[in-house]
């Protein structure tokens, strides 16, 4: 059907950035599959967000399983963790959408830009997944604590990234869905920009006065 939404895989779904997303995402009617390292823990955190949201669709699988399942796989882990996790995805992703919202940050500096080898975490999955996967960089900047109470008002933008304009289209959606607003920011490239901020917007919280500081794109909008 052409208005069937795709089912979402959510790998790094039982914390709280991803149990975030997958909670919104449900909420809004996307089919979602939590993925994790275990297929026990993912299964147990899909019954239980399941449980909290009527009607919804969330089921829990290992995470490469996860991804082979689902039309759109949303990767939010740590970066120790990207290139594992890149790994057991790589599969189950190819020919399709893989958001990436990875931030380098490299603890305990974690409020000092430290961009990786590879000009960005966003540039190292799509070298590493390779042309049969369209990797889109988004939401480095929104606070998981924030994404986890339905009633926040998230006052931060959505920088989008990558190769593909229609990719870019589908994640422009998933955030307007998730209560965000998304901006087209770009070719993968410009994703160190937005991975950068997040060093950025920690340095604001700890020594600016300020509370899930965030940007917004400000200008007037052209008809």
Same mark, same amino acid.
């Given at each position: 059907?052409?208005?069937?939404?795709?089912?979402?895989?959510?790998?790094?779904?039982?914390?709280?950035?991803?149990?975030?997303?997958?909670?919104?995402?449900?909420?809004?009617?996307?089919?979602?599959?939590?993925?994790?390292?275990?297929?026990?823990?993912?299964?147990?955190?899909?019954?239980?967000?399941?449980?909290?949201?009527?009607?919804?669709?969330?089921?829990? *699988?290992?995470? $490469?399983?996860?991804?082979? &399942?689902? /039309?759109? %796989? @949303?990767?939010?882990?740590?970066? !120790?963790?990207?290139?594992?996790?890149?790994?057991?995805?790589?599969?189950?992703?190819?020919?399709?959408?893989?958001?990436?919202?990875?931030?380098?940050?490299?603890?305990?500096?974690?409020?000092?830009?430290?961009?990786?080898?590879?000009?960005?975490?966003?540039?190292?999955?799509?070298?590493?997944?390779?042309?049969?996967?369209?990797?889109?960089?988004?939401?480095?900047?929104?606070?998981?604590?924030?994404?986890?109470?339905?009633?926040?008002?998230?006052?931060?933008?959505? *920088?989008?990234? $990558?190769?593909?304009?229609? &990719?870019? /289209?589908? %994640? @422009?959606?998933?955030?307007?869905? !998730?209560?965000?607003?998304?901006?087209?920011?770009?070719?993968?490239?410009?994703?160190?920009?937005?991975?950068?901020?997040?060093?950025?917007?920690?340095?604001?919280?700890?020594?600016?006065?300020?509370?899930?500081?965030?940007?917004?794109?400000?200008?007037?909008?052209?008809?």
């Amino acid at each position: 059907m052409a208005d069937r939404k795709p089912t979402i895989a959510v790998i790094g779904g039982t914390g709280a950035l991803g149990s975030g997303f997958a909670q919104r995402w449900a909420r809004a009617g996307y089919p979602v599959v939590i993925g994790s390292r275990s297929a026990e823990s993912a299964a147990a955190k899909a019954s239980d967000m399941a449980a909290g949201i009527k009607g919804s669709k969330i089921t829990g *699988l290992e995470n $490469g399983a996860a991804a082979a &399942a689902a /039309d759109i %796989v @949303v990767l939010t882990v740590p970066y !120790a963790n990207h290139e594992p996790m890149l790994r057991a995805v790589r599969d189950g992703a190819q020919g399709k959408i893989l958001v990436d919202a990875t931030v380098p940050l490299v603890p305990p500096k974690v409020a000092r830009v430290q961009l990786p080898a590879g000009g960005s975490a966003a540039k190292e999955a799509q070298a590493f997944l390779g042309d049969g996967v369209q990797v889109v960089s988004a939401f480095q900047n929104v606070a998981a604590d924030l994404l986890q109470d339905e009633a926040s008002r998230i006052d931060c933008d959505v *920088l989008v990234c $990558g190769n593909k304009r229609e &990719a870019r /289209d589908a %994640v @422009v959606k998933l955030a307007e869905a !998730a209560g965000l607003k998304a901006w087209h920011a770009g070719p993968i490239d410009n994703s160190a920009a937005a991975e950068a901020l997040t060093s950025v917007l920690i340095f604001i919280n700890r020594n600016g006065g300020v509370d899930h500081a965030g940007i917004r794109i400000t200008g007037e909008q052209k008809t």
